[in-house]
């Protein structure tokens, strides 16, 4: 009886990590893309961040405390991101009064319906995303132009996305090769110059905010490789069996938000895997799920679609995916 055994429920392992510094990490990584779109957009990428962050922290602390009657935890970072990753899903010309709307989805609905933190099943930011495109589809996909809209704002020149120049061209019948004329070269599209919305510029400042959430350990490896590298075969494929009717892997993997949705919003601790294999077959499915829409579908791009869908099986995949329990027999053969 002197020695007995004290049972205590979990967690039984201990770290420095809370959510505040994970989520300001988050933060930290995303700097240098924003920075990157303000000097190409100029005035437009810094209203629409700052409407979106505001919104969102503002309609947190709202529901929270009037309608949840909880304790405001706006100062945990988690809709600083989340703001911050709507407007990365945004043109940069998007009416004030839009944005708006976004946050409030994205909060009101993709989050705190659901219970908040840690509760919610989808990306709350690709809510608000895709509830913007299927609302508002032609404020959606106003690109505006790199450099020349630096004072502009609502009025700046426009354009279509790589990927929408080669959507609209293969419908109308023209091959891959002369498509490729009206985009930019590889190193432009690699740095960021290019139509889109705030976060599909810059594959070069995302990376290095990529590499910076893995030094700090923040996110694993897994997913952001499985999605690069079911994308990079699947287009390989369709390339090399018809290169006239489809675009080479490289230009997949540069163009549109595969960079931060495989970055930044697959690797969402909530409403992804637990473990590397339940990973691997979430990044794997976001890859296949995204070249069919880009190839087959009605939108050039396909990435929202593609993670919201397989946040939908992540507690599927979590189920039959486990790691082995402590003290459990391990069978041998």
């Not at 609905?109 to 609302?135: C, D, E, Y």
């Not at 609502?154 to 959507?167: N, S």
């Not at 009717?245 to 960079?259: R, S, W």
């Amino acid at each position: 009886m002197d020695k007995l055994i004290t049972v205590s429920p979990s967690p039984h392992a201990y770290g420095d990590d809370t959510v505040k510094k994970l989520m300001y990490g988050v933060v930290y990584a995303l700097v240098p893309a924003l920075v990157i779109s303000v000097y190409f957009f100029g005035i437009g990428a810094l209203i629409v961040t700052s409407i979106s962050i505001v919104s969102c922290m503002a309609f947190e602390y709202l529901i929270q405390k009037y309608l949840m009657n909880a304790r405001p935890s706006i100062t945990d970072g988690s809709a600083l991101v989340t703001g911050l990753l709507l407007a990365f899903n945004l043109p940069t010309n998007l009416p004030w009064w839009i944005i708006i709307i976004g946050a409030l989805v994205a909060i009101g609905v993709g989050k705190m319906s659901f219970g908040g933190l840690g509760t919610n099943p989808f990306n709350p930011a690709l809510v608000g995303r895709v509830f913007l495109f299927i609302s508002f589809p032609a404020q959606m996909t106003s690109w505006p132009e790199p450099i020349v809209s630096r004072l502009q704002y609502a009025d700046a020149t426009t354009g279509a996305t790589p990927l929408g120049v080669v959507k609209e061209g293969l419908n109308a019948g023209v091959p891959v090769s002369r498509l490729m004329e009206q985009i930019p070269g590889y190193m432009e599209l690699f740095i960021g110059h290019m139509h889109g919305c705030l976060g599909e510029i810059s594959a070069l400042a995302l990376i290095a905010g990529g590499l910076y959430m893995l030094a700090k350990k923040i996110i694993t490896w897994h997913i952001p490789v499985s999605i690069f590298l079911s994308v990079f075969l699947f287009t390989g494929i369709l390339w090399l069996i018809n290169p006239y009717d489809n675009a080479d892997p490289l230009f997949h993997l540069l163009t549109g938000g595969l960079v931060l949705g495989a970055v930044y919003m697959a690797t969402d601790y909530v409403t992804s895997p637990m473990v590397p294999k339940g990973m691997w077959i979430y990044g794997t499915g976001i890859g296949v799920i995204t070249v069919a829409i880009r190839v087959w579908g009605a939108y050039p791009e396909g990435v929202s679609f593609a993670i919201l869908i397989m946040n939908a099986f992540v507690p599927l995949i979590n189920k039959y995916v486990k790691p082995e329990r402590f003290g459990e027999e391990v069978k041998n053969g």
